[in-house]
């Protein structure tokens, strides 16, 4: 029988939770909510679905260290790390080597790293069920989260007819993956009730996966081609990488593939989700006192609502009069503003950037 | 001849710049305007009117040792420490006590350090033409400084008719001492012309004041007599101030002397002046960028407006999207505050009083 192997992306550019997020220590490598960074927790979360030996996280070389202590179950050569960022499409890829280089008969689910489940249970029955329509049959499932208010910052999927009862779960053809659309066509999607959201949780076997790729991202699979003989020969593949990657094309595994093929299937998610995208998701996991200000490590607010204030290491952040705010202290930089304008934050990265040695501070 | 003295009473308690200012490290101890604190700027200032060894600065226990490091020029015993702040009256006592012990017939300038005043010339010779008024006259004079705005901030002084031209500038009767008026009020006293604000800044001769503290304050008189006798033997005194002043009553010289007494005269400044009274106070001594931002320190500014924020260390604040707000970063505190906020700091400041190990950060 086929095993069954899990892959969690663990990249990102470290800019919407700075300054706690920086390039090297991006939000998967951060305990944001929880004890534990959010990788640990993603990792512990798909633990008894699949056995260390078959699962892998590829993550970024700026970050490859920090991500390496944040897994002390995984083997060394099971955390990898790209030489640069080429988006998904090439992450998916080199998880598709891997897999292949274990067993090319394999299934893979490839998972974010950086995503906030309470409800495990249904996490991992979802899980299961994607498992087993995609040991059955040559499709790529994707799980969707069902939408519960008309977000701008997500990509939808629309349903169409009934794929396939799996596991007393519907499965559902896809008609049309869509990207962060505006507003009101948000609202629109949510109201239907023919729409979720794309997480990038896909789960598909290698087999299916590869003729995907073959067919409709030629180029990928050719340029990685030296890294599976480098792989077969099971030597390690850091140089190679770094040949390679280079010349591969910048470019979503959606784009890439979901949106080309006809074998793409959604299922509806049992669970609860969040993907904790910027610093205002953070009231959501933390109490707040009686005027909605959440306050964590030496921080408060006096005459003032629903702020976010964050302090590290004993610092006192005191704030008065200020309403509707974040406000973050770190070691060495501090962030103020508006949780309004929160996603706005790569403005200041910018501007940090272009300030003379601005690069040490992200 | 009589001899001139200043005594600078270089007292407060360090709250309306926190978290720059401290308990033990007032306002008058910060560079906060210019490159040296502003007690060391006033020491300068005088220091061509008045030799070294007939200059005192009064401050309190706590801070002693900081004014000291800020008064290099100063012997041991011309920084004489208060045991406990009883506010201006027992302050006004100690240094007339002071004088006496020197000479008798001396006359004295009482001056605050912690104000900006730019004009030096202007300054030294309305200090020179209330010298020659005091030594000439048996009365008290009092500095005022002319209104350029409704300031509820100050108390205010009513000019009466001229009492006298010396050195070819103006002494006034004083009508009356106003406390901090409302705003309708302090309307109607800037478009009158008939007042000016009390800076506390006062010249006597010791005998003139002294008459009038007999008449006015007998108590504080008889109270602090025992630290007459100690230093009439030329013997430390601060022992006996630790049992002299908790008997005193807390009481201001206005109060308790100024506006009792009918012998107050007043000179309007021919200079201006900045009492430096909050942290909005920071915009008029430094240069603001295009969008009225003044930024000290490893401080920016993106889509905001008129923001104070100030930065040490190196360390990085970084604001977005917020107008009209004062942001300060030390070493191991951070306010956060609306500038039309500025002056209920006291607030936050008892707020983190009461919070358990707060007196650490005041």
């Not at 929880?34 to 030996?53: H, I």
């Not at 394999?106 to 249970?121: E, N, R």
């Not at 006809?262 to 509806?268: A, D, E, F, Q």
Request: overall charge positive; some cysteine.
């Amino acid at each position: 029988m086929s095993e069954r192997f899990i892959v969690i992306i663990a990249g990102g550019k470290g800019e919407r939770f700075w300054p706690q997020s920086r390039s090297r220590r991006p939000k998967h490598l951060l305990p944001i909510v929880g004890k534990s960074p959010l990788l640990t927790q993603t990792l512990n979360r798909v633990a008894s679905l699949v056995p260390a030996k078959n699962t892998f996280v590829i993550t970024s070389a700026s970050q490859v260290r920090a991500v390496r202590s944040c897994c002390p179950g995984l083997a060394a050569d099971h955390v990898v790390a790209e030489p640069m960022g080429r988006d998904t499409a090439p992450a998916v890829m080199l998880a598709a080597l891997l897999v292949e280089s274990r067993d090319p008969a394999g299934t893979f689910a490839v998972l974010p790293s950086d995503h906030v489940i309470d409800d495990q249970d249904a996490y991992l029955s979802d899980l299961e069920a994607a498992f087993k329509a995609a040991e059955a049959s040559q499709v790529l499932v994707t799980i969707g989260i069902k939408p519960h208010e008309p977000a701008t910052g997500f990509g939808y999927i629309q349903q169409g007819e009934v794929w396939k009862r799996v596991q007393r779960r519907s499965f559902f053809h896809v008609k049309r993956f869509v990207e962060k659309p505006p507003l009101e066509l948000a609202e629109r999607y949510l109201k239907s009730g023919d729409y979720v959201w794309n997480a990038g949780m896909f789960v598909w076997s290698l087999p299916t996966v590869l003729a995907a790729l073959r067919e409709h991202a030629p180029g990928l699979v050719a340029g990685m081609e030296p890294v599976r003989t480098v792989l077969g020969k099971g030597r390690p593949i850091q140089s190679v990488l770094k040949k390679v990657y280079p010349q591969l094309e910048k470019i979503s595994v959606d784009y890439a593939l979901l949106e080309k093929s006809n074998h793409v299937v959604v299922l509806p998610a049992s669970f609860d989700w969040d993907d904790v995208g910027s610093w205002p998701a953070v009231t959501r996991h933390h109490p707040a006192d009686k005027q909605g200000n959440v306050c964590l490590g030496n921080a408060l607010v006096e005459q003032g609502r629903d702020n976010i204030v964050i302090s590290d290491d004993g610092h006192l952040v005191a704030v008065l009069g200020v309403d509707d705010c974040v406000v973050v202290h770190t070691r060495d930089a501090t962030l103020v503003i508006p949780k309004a304008r929160a996603q706005e934050i790569k403005l200041l990265i910018k501007r940090i950037e272009a300030t003379k040695g601005g690069a040490k501070w992200l």
